[in-house]
């Protein structure tokens, strides 16, 4: 039997029944513990007032610190507090959460804006849902997010660098993939969730670190600062218990939400590629940790800030995670696409004819790659016309006669001919592109010599190179490039104050192959590169040097 609206509406009205249960038990044992605090603290101010006086003890200490009343009493108190804390956290909680994030509506006049718009406006028609409305996070990380109220209302957002690094295709995808969230009813809970407990974790941090900051400025030595510190550690406690009840609110999230939401992607936009492809480029940069409230991780694509338990699997990450392993996911969407191409390849070899002059068809084996190019799988094409279509390293190809399908750069046939592409380029045969597997060849940027990929056009130089073409002016930026360095320029000093490139996979330096880091160039300029500690290579994927540079004159 299909998944129902009248069986979401039958699931989201128990787990929030479920929500406020915990929130009334919760504050039912808080209410317990300091109506047992102060009778005993009665019960002892009560003996020692007999021993001090030497009187006799005429009256008898209960030792029932329950009755059935006090029971009453209690369990009322609990739910007068349970009700108002669940009426002031629910109330205009949209808005309260995006004020928070500091999103914004899209901005009429900017075309990255508009197309993004105009995609949230498609997939609202597509779902029949009127009350979807989009918005932006002025952060170049990449992630997006979904909330949804009582009201009906919902919001779909992404952030400025998920604007800039998707197409449109990818862009579709992961808003799809919201917009499941918004239908089948998990945005209304992960609202609720974050509402209740993740709003006031995330203000009390905002506190904290002004407080922290405060003290630092004062030296910690003049009273201010003395007052400073006590506010600094009630703050740390209330966070700490705010922290752990929105973490235990999350064990009503399943992870498994987020492959139904992948799933009803893929059958909205019919294809399961580009959203692979949007969780790859998730994956790869930074989510946006210290710059969105880690309270509030169960409304995004992803956990904004990467840990071990999200990307683990068993019975403990399942119950305490909120997002399933990035790999899984990915991983999942390609076999979607590998049952639909193991149809689709055979049913395109049945229509192939046998060409004149041979006697079997398996001895044509040229014409035997399938190419996605355009959203749609394309082919069979021989080795030849893949080149002439702009075959590149990073495209996805198959085989006809296999199930099986990856980047091009997978293939050693296919690398080869890329490789012999490459004629008349002064190469690098021992410098291959971490990404493409392709050799380096030897340009010159503003002067000065780096290895670049012809592919993806990423570029390879170390340090020294790298200073050298600091101080020059001699390249022009693009309006794209101009407007991604003025956003990574705008990021707030505690979201670049530690490491938070903490992928799912490291690159191998093109030059010594040893691991390299994922990190910001510097505090002072957050560009993402790869870092080789050993040789001190930097690689920069396509645009990052050029976003480093132009960052570099505008403070100059």
């Known amino acids: 039997m299909p998944y129902t609206f009248i069986d979401i509406e039958k699931q989201k009205t128990?787990?929030?029944?479920?929500?406020?249960?915990?929130?009334?038990?919760?504050?039912?044992?808080?209410?317990?513990?300091?109506?047992?605090?102060?009778?005993?603290f009665i019960q002892i101010?009560?003996?020692?007032?007999?021993?001090?006086?030497?009187?006799?003890?005429?009256h008898t200490v209960s030792l029932r610190l329950f009755s059935l009343g006090e029971v009453a009493i209690v369990l009322f108190a609990a739910c007068v507090i349970a009700v108002i804390h669940w009426y002031f956290s629910s109330r205009d909680m949209i808005n309260k959460m995006l004020d928070i994030l500091e999103a914004a509506e899209p901005d009429p006049k900017d075309s990255y804006h508009q197309v993004f718009k105009n995609i949230v406006e498609e997939v609202r028609v597509a779902t029949g849902s009127s009350n979807i409305y989009s918005y932006i996070v002025p952060s170049s990380s990449l992630n997006a997010f979904a909330m949804a109220d009582f009201k009906g209302n919902a919001v779909i957002g992404v952030t400025e660098g998920l604007l800039a690094r998707l197409n449109r295709s990818q862009l579709e995808a992961v808003v799809?993939?919201?917009?499941?969230?918004?239908?089948?009813?998990?945005?209304?809970?992960?609202?609720?969730?974050?509402?209740?407990?993740?709003i006031y974790a995330a203000l009390l941090d905002g506190i904290g670190k002004v407080v922290g900051r405060d003290l630092e400025t004062k030296g910690g030595q003049s009273a201010p600062a003395i007052i400073a510190i006590f506010y600094l550690a009630i703050i740390s406690v209330l966070l700490m218990i705010a922290a752990g009840i929105n973490?235990?609110?999350?064990?009503?999230?399943?992870?498994?939400?987020?492959?139904?939401?992948?799933?009803?992607?893929?059958?909205?936009?019919?294809?399961?590629?580009?959203?692979?492809?949007?969780?790859?480029?998730?994956?790869r940069g930074w989510r946006g940790s210290e710059s969105i409230p880690d309270s509030f991780a169960p409304i995004f694509i992803t956990n904004p800030e990467y840990n071990k338990?999200?990307?683990?699997?068993?019975?403990?990450?399942?119950?305490?995670?909120?997002?399933?392993?990035?790999?899984?996911?990915?991983g999942a969407l390609l076999?979607?696409?590998?049952?639909?191409?193991?149809?689709?390849?055979?049913?395109?070899?049945?229509?192939?004819?046998?060409?004149?002059?041979?006697?079997?068809?398996?001895?044509?084996?040229?014409?035997?790659?399938?190419?996605?190019?355009?959203?749609?799988?394309?082919?069979?094409?021989?080795?030849?016309?893949?080149?002439?279509?702009?075959?590149?390293?990073?495209?996805?190809?198959?085989?006809l006669d296999e199930?099986?399908?990856?980047?091009?750069?997978?293939?050693?046939?296919?690398?080869?001919?890329?490789?012999?592409?490459?004629?008349?380029?002064?190469?690098?045969e021992s410098n291959f592109c971490p990404e493409c597997k392709q050799p380096l060849y030897e340009v010159l940027y503003e002067g000065a010599p780096v290895l670049k990929c012809h592919y993806c056009d990423g570029i390879l130089a170390n340090r020294d190179v790298i200073l050298r073409i600091m101080a020059r002016e001699e390249y022009e930026f693009s309006q794209s490039v101009a407007k991604r360095a003025d956003l990574a320029s705008k990021m707030s000093s505690e979201a670049i104050k530690k490491d938070i490139f903490k992928v799912t996979y490291e690159l191998d330096c093109p030059t010594c192959k040893n691991k390299m880091r994922r990190k910001?160039?510097?505090?002072?300029?957050?560009?993402?590169?790869?870092?080789?500690?050993?040789?001190?290579?930097?690689?920069?994927?396509?645009?990052e040097l050029e976003i480093l540079q132009c960052m570099f004159e505008k403070s100059r």
């Open 309 to 330: 338990l999200e990307e683990s699997e068993g019975v403990i990450p399942d119950l305490l995670s909120t997002h399933p392993p990035i790999k899984k996911r990915i």
């Open 176 to 198: 799809g993939h919201e917009a499941a969230h918004v239908v089948s009813g998990d945005s209304l809970l992960a609202t609720v969730t974050c509402s209740l407990f993740g």
């Open 45 to 58: 101010a009560m003996l020692l007032h007999f021993f001090a006086e030497g009187e006799a003890l005429t």
């Open 247 to 283: 973490f235990l609110m999350n064990v009503f999230l399943s992870r498994q939400r987020e492959y139904r939401a992948d799933a009803t992607a893929v059958r909205l936009i019919r294809n399961p590629i580009p959203l692979a492809e949007a969780l790859y480029a998730i994956s």
């Open 403 to 428: 199930v099986a399908f990856g980047r091009a750069s997978d293939y050693a046939d296919l690398n080869t001919a890329l490789k012999d592409g490459l004629a008349g380029k002064d190469i690098k």
């Open 520 to 543: 910001f160039f510097s505090y002072v300029y957050p560009i993402e590169i790869d870092e080789c500690q050993m040789c001190q290579c930097v690689w920069f994927d396509k645009d």
């Open 14 to 40: 128990r787990i929030i029944k479920g929500i406020f249960l915990v929130l009334l038990v919760f504050y039912f044992f808080i209410a317990v513990i300091i109506w047992l605090v102060t009778k005993i």
């Open 335 to 399: 076999n979607m696409a590998g049952a639909d191409m193991s149809a689709l390849k055979e049913s395109i070899k049945n229509k192939i004819p046998p060409e004149k002059g041979t006697v079997e068809f398996k001895e044509q084996p040229k014409r035997e790659w399938l190419i996605y190019k355009d959203n749609s799988w394309q082919g069979p094409f021989d080795i030849k016309k893949l080149l002439e279509l702009g075959l590149a390293p990073l495209f996805w190809v198959s085989r």
